[in-house]
């Protein structure tokens, strides 16, 4: 409703604002823009605080300007310019017409102030305009993460079903799962199968010809695949395809 009455009232300022006939037959109008007390401080004043009324709901947080929030400012702006414009109305001098904008403008300035003076009266006005976002509640660690790299869930095989690794890949496994390699770079056991995990906090991923400078960091909250055992250590993929070991696996998840 304030929307719509600020762009009836900014339309409004560009008609007739007031209008003089002659007995002689001569007539001229103007319209509020050629006095900008008027155009600019009456019309615009008014569709200003319908702006700063609109821009008060959008924001998740109320604004405030030396104290006092944008809602309250920009209901100020509305009902000086109905005042204005009442009075402008009223007051027509002799041999003067109030023309359509001047008539046009009092309607859509009374109906814009009304709007802003019933928003905090009326429940059904109070409406959020636009809805805030949800934040999402930080998930505790052990339950599985909604989608993201290496997600075992509905929409891929879980690890089990896969094939032992260096076996031929099965049809649909996910993205990311470590393609055959050769078998010397089998388990010594041979009955290691991939499986996807999780760490618990962030932890640094080594190299496999043992450098001490870690090639990446597995961050918790993102499933990881783990292609080798060596001993207690894992060998581990990251998103972008990099293999290196995770010396500390304590307490890692899997999926």
Same mark, same amino acid.
């Given at each position: 409703?304030?929307?719509?009455?600020?762009?009836?009232?900014?339309?409004?300022?560009?008609?007739?604002?007031?209008?003089?006939?002659?007995?002689?037959?001569?007539?001229?109008?103007?319209?509020?823009?050629?006095?900008?007390?008027?155009? #600019?401080? +009456?019309?615009?004043?008014?569709?200003?605080?319908?702006? #700063?009324?609109?821009?008060?709901?959008?924001?998740?947080?109320?604004?405030?300007?030396?104290?006092?929030?944008?809602?309250?400012?920009?209901?100020?702006?509305?009902?000086?310019?109905? /005042?204005?414009?009442? /009075?402008?109305?009223?007051?027509? *001098?002799?041999?003067?017409?109030?023309?359509?904008?001047?008539?046009?403008?009092?309607?859509?300035?009374?109906?814009?102030?009304?709007?802003?003076?019933? +928003?905090?009266?009326?429940?059904?006005?109070?409406?959020?305009?636009?809805?805030?976002?949800? *934040?999402?509640? *930080?998930?505790?660690?052990?339950? @599985?993460?909604?989608?993201?790299? =290496?997600?075992? =869930?509905? @929409?891929?095989?879980? $690890?089990?079903?896969?094939?032992?690794?260096?076996?031929?890949?099965?049809?649909? @496994?996910?993205?990311? @799962?470590?393609?055959?390699?050769?078998?010397?770079?089998?388990?010594?056991?041979? !009955?290691?199968?991939?499986?996807?995990?999780?760490?618990?906090?962030?932890? $640094?991923?080594?190299?496999?010809?043992?450098?001490?400078?870690?090639?990446?960091?597995?961050? *918790?909250?993102? /499933?990881? #695949?783990?292609?080798?055992?060596?001993?207690?250590?894992?060998?581990?993929?990251?998103?972008?395809?990099?293999?290196?070991?995770?010396? !500390?696996?304590?307490?890692?998840?899997?999926?």
């Amino acid at each position: 409703m304030v929307i719509g009455a600020a762009v009836l009232l900014f339309i409004a300022s560009f008609l007739d604002y007031q209008s003089v006939s002659s007995s002689y037959g001569y007539s001229a109008s103007r319209n509020a823009w050629e006095e900008l007390g008027t155009g #600019l401080g +009456t019309y615009m004043g008014a569709v200003i605080g319908a702006a #700063l009324i609109v821009l008060n709901r959008v924001l998740p947080q109320q604004r405030k300007v030396l104290g006092l929030d944008l809602g309250m400012v920009g209901t100020g702006f509305t009902i000086l310019a109905t /005042w204005t414009l009442f /009075w402008s109305l009223v007051d027509v *001098p002799d041999g003067v017409d109030a023309g359509a904008g001047l008539i046009l403008g009092f309607i859509a300035a009374l109906a814009l102030a009304g709007a802003a003076v019933a +928003t905090p009266l009326v429940p059904a006005l109070q409406a959020v305009l636009v809805p805030a976002p949800t *934040p999402q509640a *930080p998930q505790p660690y052990g339950a @599985q993460p909604q989608g993201g790299y =290496g997600y075992p =869930g509905a @929409q891929a095989p879980q $690890p089990q079903a896969q094939a032992p690794y260096g076996g031929p890949p099965q049809q649909g @496994q996910p993205f990311g @799962q470590q393609p055959p390699a050769p078998a010397q770079q089998q388990s010594p056991t041979g !009955d290691f199968s991939p499986f996807w995990f999780a760490v618990p906090v962030a932890r $640094p991923l080594f190299a496999e010809d043992g450098s001490p400078a870690p090639i990446a960091e597995l961050a *918790p909250g993102t /499933w990881y #695949l783990a292609v080798e055992q060596r001993g207690a250590q894992l060998v581990a993929q990251t998103q972008d395809g990099r293999r290196g070991v995770l010396q !500390d696996t304590s307490g890692i998840q899997r999926g």
